[in-house]
């Protein structure tokens, strides 16, 4: 073998010759096949990969549509419609990306959820975690500014809500939202610039994945327990094992999402936004899409303008020093008994939270907007900090394989009778 | 055993998201009359004798003051009429087109391929013409209302006296089912035999109603029954599939559990 080539395990020539310059498909199989993953997965565990396939059918979908639509206010909300009639299966892909969205933020949710509870974001996972943070900001710019380009009501006024939450920052906040504008409302350059910046995004999250995933495979997965492999006794190979897994949930996710695009397709759109924009009639309630209703309940429950910009964006950015605030040294919520009912309340209260975004600003709804949003902070900045020295966690298991196996101990394979999987 | 818990969590989790999601956008008023409609539904499809009569309600009463610029003649084929009556009632409107070679604006009639033309030149001759108010385009109506076909079904047969002590605006009519009860629109269909169909079906309000409602929910909604169809064999196959897929995963963990 001559110097500098890689050398190569793979047996077809081919494969081969291209592996020895160029070791994508040792890559591949180190990262994707044999990685050792921990066994005791459960099915929250899928979900990142889920995201991934989601990203994936989000820009394939969008590509498509990107070839159809026109940017300009006077055109964008006819040419959406032309898609729905007279584009091939137009209407398939539209669906398949408006409900794609709101699928991609289903599927993060609880990924993140899951990372909360199995404390995912703990060393030496944190840099990984921060990422994921930054993924999900990155998803929330971008399914923003695509909701505007349909061009229907709902996106020219909620685009005119949310960009005027900058005019809350004192002295610069009127130059700021009219360069964000590229005018003095929000009209066509403003439209240009969504979908140029709308196009990009994806590519961008694209990246931030490829970071995040390779941060995953230097530390190696969380699971369930918290605890860390302590030998090949407690890990599978990725493949075949969690790729058998994985596609279990993913046709889950797929039946889920097709009764979404061909029975709802626009339970979770608003009727408005079939309306074209109209900059002199304000639709009676403006708001967001649903997945950014928590957040905006939490806007909403601050009286003060730049005081709710501010717990808004705080909400996000606390995720952030998550990792720090947290002192448990246990991860998994499992040995946490008493970390686990506080983290139920805030998962309740971030539900509550996403209701009372939508409905109108009154009571009971301000009181109770309050109430949750104070919860969602106080868990993060007085319980958890508190916690990791209040609490006296369960003992944990000695290895991964111990408490799979039940009995302990290796034992002959098909030795115990297992009527239901158990991952 | 923790596997299946936490699927039944996720399946718990996903259904309160979707429950919430209705309840948000609930509007405000009077709740709708239950309406069954032939594509409601798994297997829904369109009535096309109905949509049929419904284009007709459209052409001889909403369309003298209501635009559908979305739809094309041509569309119309869809709802089973031939080529040769989709031309005829084509060619039953002049279509402004040019310029022609020696740059002047034509009149010629319509062609099949040619937009629904437009009872107004443009928004502000609508307005003159009706008091003030703009009567909205109806190419998307169903779905751009909360409630849909339901709400525009209700909104049609809705008209009543104001009850006591409620004062109507000059010019304005009392809708149960209108936000805030105040409608310019006065009741479009309001006696039986306004329209007189072909093929003998009798042509009570509420028959006319649900017809015109038919018509506009195809408008709307053009792929609705391919799109139905499409999603029962997507999801049996899925079912398969992931029975299938499930099968595969408990033979390769086999040997770990």
Avoid at chain 2, 213 to 225: I, S
Wanted: charged share 15%.
């Amino acid at each position: 073998m001559a110097t500098g080539l890689h050398k190569s395990d793979f047996q077809n020539p081919v494969i081969r010759w291209v592996d020895a310059r160029l070791p994508v498909f040792t890559m591949m199989q180190k990262e994707y096949g044999t990685f050792p993953t921990p066994r005791n997965f459960n099915y929250f565990w899928n979900f990142g990969a889920l995201a991934m396939v989601n990203l994936v059918i989000m820009i394939a979908t969008g590509i498509f549509l990107a070839m159809n639509y026109t940017a300009h206010t006077g055109m964008a909300f006819d040419s959406v419609e032309r898609i729905m009639r007279d584009v091939n299966y137009g209407w398939l892909l539209r669906y398949a990306h408006a409900n794609g969205a709101s699928m991609f933020f289903i599927v993060v949710y609880i990924h993140i959820f899951r990372g909360l509870y199995y404390g995912s974001y703990k060393a030496p996972r944190e840099l990984l975690w921060m990422i994921g943070v930054v993924i999900f900001l990155l998803m929330m710019a971008t399914a923003f500014m695509g909701y505007v380009l349909p061009w229907g009501q709902m996106s020219f006024w909620g685009a005119t809500v949310i960009t005027n939450l900058f005019s809350a920052f004192p002295l610069v906040g009127e130059s700021i939202v009219t360069w964000l504008w590229g005018g003095f409302s929000v009209d066509n350059p403003t439209l240009n610039r969504f979908f140029s910046l709308h196009y990009l995004m994806p590519f961008v999250i694209f990246g931030v994945v490829f970071l995040h995933v390779a941060a995953l495979h230097i530390t190696g997965s969380n699971n369930p327990l918290g605890i860390d492999p302590k030998g090949p006794q407690d890990t599978v190979p990725f493949h075949p094992y969690y790729t058998a897994k994985d596609s279990v949930g993913l046709v889950v996710y797929f039946i889920v999402f097709a009764v979404l695009v061909f029975f709802f397709p626009n339970l979770l759109g608003h009727a408005d936004n079939y309306i074209p924009a109209n900059p002199l009639v304000t639709p009676p309630h403006i708001v967001p899409e649903w997945y950014f209703l928590p957040f905006y309940a939490i806007l909403r429950a601050v009286p003060d303008k730049l005081g709710g910009v501010l717990l808004m964006f705080g909400s996000i950015a606390i995720l952030f020093v998550l990792p720090w605030l947290d002192t448990s040294p246990v991860r998994s919520m499992r040995f946490r008994p008493l970390a686990r009912p506080f983290f139920a309340v805030w998962c309740l209260c971030f539900l509550v939270l996403l209701y009372v975004g939508g409905k109108p600003p009154e009571e009971p709804f301000v009181t109770i907007a309050r109430v949750a949003t104070a919860y969602y902070f106080l868990y993060f900045l007085v319980i958890l900090p508190l916690l990791g020295r209040l609490e006296r966690p369960l003992p944990l298991p000695e290895s991964i394989a111990r408490p799979v196996l039940r009995g302990g101990g290796p034992l002959p394979a098909g030795a115990m009778s297992k009527p239901m999987e158990k991952a | 055993m923790s596997g299946f818990r936490s699927l039944r969590a996720l399946v718990l989790g996903l259904g309160l998201m979707a429950g919430a999601t209705p309840a948000l956008a609930a509007g405000e008023g009077v709740s709708l009359p239950d309406t069954r409609f032939s594509f409601d539904g798994l297997f829904g499809h369109f009535d096309r004798a109905s949509a049929q009569r419904g284009f007709q309600v459209y052409k001889e009463v909403c369309a003298s003051c209501h635009s559908m610029h979305l739809l094309s003649y041509r569309n119309l084929r869809q709802l089973g009429l031939s080529e040769a009556e989709v031309a005829g009632i084509a060619a039953t409107v002049q279509v402004m087109d040019g310029p022609n070679d020696e740059g002047q604006m034509v009149e010629r009639p319509g062609r099949a391929s040619d937009r629904f033309k437009s009872p107004f030149a443009n928004e502000q001759a609508a307005r003159s013409a009706n008091n003030g108010a703009y009567p909205p385009d109806l190419s998307v109506i169903t779905k751009a209302r909360e409630g849909g076909a339901d709400y525009i079904h209700a909104l049609l047969v809705g008209y009543e006296d104001p009850p006591p002590g409620v004062q109507v605006a000059d010019g304005m009519h009392y809708n149960r089912y209108f936000a805030g009860h105040q409608i310019a629109m006065p009741q479009p269909i309001n006696s039986e035999g306004q329209v007189e169909y072909h093929d003998g079906t009798k042509a009570t309000v509420e028959q006319m109603v649900r017809d015109v409602t038919q018509f506009l929910t195809w408008a709307a909604e053009p792929e609705l029954e391919e799109r139905k169809a499409m999603g029962v064999k997507i999801i049996i196959f899925l079912t398969i599939l992931g029975g299938l897929a499930y099968a595969v995963k408990r033979k390769v963990w086999h040997d770990v559990h």
